[in-house]
């Protein structure tokens, strides 16, 4: 199940931006109760909305398979979700050495696209959007417990660049995931990279996300 991120990632020992930075959130600061409640309560409690709930959101299914038709849809999605903080993104190895000026076209599995490019630099990190205003994140999470999470890098409407340095070292300590929100604006962890760690030094990387 992709997911609702729930609560923390103290990032204090990374070289990135800190969580306050464009408005990004980790767990110490997120009320994810709240925001799985304010989410269920768009859909109304009987069997055809669910249906159409899985239809528009598979990252539910495992909550929703505990959910009685006739419980608090609510509450148990809340109760579900609080198991899963991390969810399950799709693996992925980002084509570090094949990375050049010329951005490369990366496609995603749920439709994005995503612009990478490398030059020559001093380890800059560019993350950005074009043409989208629907948010989207660089999350990491502790290896050793997935409810500490931190955004790393965040974009939402107007704020639709953000820059800091490419810390690799976090690779080995730390699940890096990039999520976007999906349906009813749910921050969905939606590919885990699994190289982190290898991405060559001396160079400054721009992912923009253009297709969502």
Known sequence: MKNIKLLVVVLTAFS????????????????????VAKWANLVSKTASNISKLLEEAPEAEVALEVVELAAD???????????????????IKIPWDSLMKTPKSWQGYDGDTIFMTRKRGSGKFVFQQTFLTSWKGIVAFDKKDTNKWAEVFCLSGDDNSMTSTINTAIGKTHYISLSKAKAFGVH?????????????????????WVKD
């Not at 990135?16 to 925001?35: F, P």
């Open 16 to 35: 990135w931006l800190t969580a306050e930075a464009n408005h990004c959130v980790n767990s110490d600061q997120s009320n994810a109760g709240e925001e």
């Open 188 to 208: 969905t962890n939606m590919y885990l990279i699994g190289n982190w760690a290898d991405a060559p030094e001396g160079y400054d990387y721009f992912f923009n």
């Open 73 to 91: 849809t609510v509450e148990a999605i809340a109760e579900a979700f609080e198991e899963w903080p991390m969810g399950s993104p799709k693996p």
